[in-house]
């Protein structure tokens, strides 16, 4: 799902973002760069995450078939990892959980031109949502893969020999995209953009997860 023009105060966000900085590194390898949670404490950035919620909530209602939703984590993050710092595991699409009931929301705040999010299918086991009953196929399949052909240097980028890209999302601030948090994805992260730590100079996003509750 793609809203455009979601909150009609993107600069005003990201100078909340601003204000957060520095943000400490990711804990996990997960993430490329460096997050900072978002929690009650941080009243403009919590407004705002609350604020979002509110007004996304008709959209993933009718968009995804849940009466509510429970946020369970949101944060403001930037991509600061080089392409040549990249370990193997970030040089791959990647999935948020198995858990068929969790969405992402991911806000455009300050984007450089060409980057986005894509969807992709794993080629060997035509996996593209990744559930429990699949998760273990998927895993053994990618790390055989992983480790008898090592991905390349950089980020994902288009279609490869092990995953097909199915969808991609163009990158524009004050975007708000959702999706299941199972589906394939990547980053799409041009390699000549400022890989920088600093909120004001990289590529900035705002990051939730919520859990959606069915009727």
Do not use: W
Not at 44 to 49: K, S, T
Not at 76 to 89: D, H, W
Not at 98 to 124: C, I, K, W
Not at 167 to 184: K, M, N, Q, T
Request: charged share 20%; hydrophobic share 40%; proline share 8%.
């Amino acid at each position: 799902m793609i809203i455009d023009d979601f909150s009609g105060a993107v600069e005003e966000i990201a100078r909340i973002a601003d204000s957060l900085a520095p943000f400490p590194p990711v804990a996990s390898i997960s993430y490329p760069g460096v997050r900072r949670m978002i929690g009650p404490a941080d009243k403009q950035a919590h407004a705002y995450v609350m604020k979002s919620c509110e007004q996304a909530a008709p959209f993933i209602g009718g968009g995804f078939g849940v009466s509510s939703f429970d946020l369970t984590e949101a944060s403001f993050s930037v991509v600061s990892t080089p392409p040549s710092a990249l370990q193997p595991v970030q040089r791959v699409p990647h999935f948020d959980s198995p858990d068929q009931n969790l969405l992402a929301m991911l806000h455009y705040l300050r984007v450089p031109e060409g980057s986005g999010t894509a969807f992709y299918r794993h080629r060997s086991t035509g996996i593209e949502r990744v559930s429990n009953d699949n998760h273990g196929e998927l895993a053994a399949s990618a790390n055989r893969e992983l480790t008898d052909s090592p991905p390349g240097p950089g980020y994902f980028s288009g279609s490869g020999t092990f995953f097909e890209q199915i969808f991609s999302v163009e990158a524009v601030p004050d975007r708000l995209i959702i999706y299941h948090g199972s589906l394939l994805h990547s980053g799409v992260i041009p390699s000549g953009m400022t890989f920088s730590a600093d909120p004001r100079e990289g590529r900035l996003t705002a990051n939730f997860f919520i859990r959606g509750v069915s009727e």
